[in-house]
């Protein structure tokens, strides 16, 4: 049942978060613990293999995580009922024939087969997923009867409901494969951008017009700009000529790489005269096309599918 390509008959959609990090946690610190941001729900993008709904669409908020988590399941419950049409046209001249087996329960299962929408992420379960939890749950439940959750410690493995599945992908990767050997192997063309996720910490800013500056892209936590590559970081064409690489990066050629990077998204801003809201859409936008290009393998299909026909016959 997970994402496989149109030309097998297997449908599913991708989808990731983006988050404002704001400084106010309300939360007090412990001699042990620092909470340095409270993580507030700001978007959600989706992306499918299902006709019709290729292209990721990115869901903004209007301050309201619960009704952004509303849009993002009648999304995603528009496509699940167009795939489940067009998974019945495909076992249409088996449906007879499984509905005259006597056993009940595997009836079940093949219409729950043909019923659910894969949703997948990557990294979800320890973060997409617990972020949006409170709300996600408490949306559901109104529309949806929830089969079973699978949770480990604070993770959610997996989320079944009448017509979706969450799973994440990484629990079908080898152990401790990165975001970047993930797309790698599964020959992923396109790459993420670049975003200023600690300049983000006001859902206030989605409105402003004006694009951050160079220095707003540091991340403290990897202890660099963003922006920047990292001295032996594989370039785009475009970037190598305006370098001139030649083995790794020097000081000065990492500093002018990322001046490039930051212009071509200023240009961008600008010329499409965006808002800063604008520009997460398309952010969050390339980030899930580019998962998505990876989930697409199908070697990936194969082991997703296996994966999910085990969880259906368990449960």
């Not at 978060?17 to 400084?23: D, G, Q």
């Not at 993420?192 to 989605?206: A, Q, T, V």
């Not at 700009?225 to 785009?236: A, K, Q, V």
């Amino acid at each position: 049942k997970a994402v496989v390509s149109t030309q097998s008959g297997h449908y599913g959609r991708g989808f990731d978060i983006e988050c404002a990090l704001v400084r106010d946690t309300g939360v007090d610190n412990s001699a042990r613990v620092e909470f340095s941001a409270k993580h507030l729900l700001a978007s959600v993008s989706v992306c499918s293999n299902v006709p019709g709904h290729e292209q990721p669409t990115c869901l903004i908020s209007t301050g309201c995580e619960k009704e952004l988590v509303k849009r993002f399941i009648e999304v995603v419950t528009e496509i699940s009922d167009i795939s489940s049409g067009l998974m019945r046209e495909r076992f249409s001249e088996y449906m007879e024939a499984v509905h005259q087996i006597d056993d009940e329960k595997l009836v079940d299962r093949f219409e729950e087969y043909l019923q659910q929408l894969p949703l997948l992420s990557f990294c979800g379960q320890k973060y997409d997923i617990p972020t949006m939890r409170t709300q996600l749950f408490s949306v559901l439940l109104q529309v949806e009867e929830i089969n079973y959750v699978i949770k480990r410690g604070s993770s959610y493995s997996a989320i079944s409901t009448e017509n979706f599945l969450f799973l994440d992908v990484t629990n079908y990767l080898a152990a401790g494969s990165s975001y970047d050997q993930f797309l790698k192997g599964y020959g992923a063309t396109v790459h993420k951008s670049f975003f200023p996720y600690e300049y983000f910490n006001d859902l206030g800013k989605l409105a402003s017009t004006q694009f951050p500056r160079y220095q707003d892209f540091f991340s403290s936590l990897k202890g660099r700009n963003t922006l920047e590559p990292t001295p032996d970081e594989t370039l785009s064409a475009e970037e190598q000529l305006v370098v001139h690489q030649n083995g790794h990066l020097t000081v000065d050629q990492v500093l002018t790489v990322g001046v490039h990077r930051y212009e071509s998204l200023r240009r961008m801003f600008v010329d499409n005269n965006w808002t800063f809201g604008d520009f997460l859409a398309y952010y969050n936008n390339r980030y899930k096309a580019t998962i998505f290009a990876a989930l697409i393998s199908p070697l990936l299909f194969r082991r997703l599918h296996f994966a999910a026909c085990i969880l259906l016959l368990k449960f």
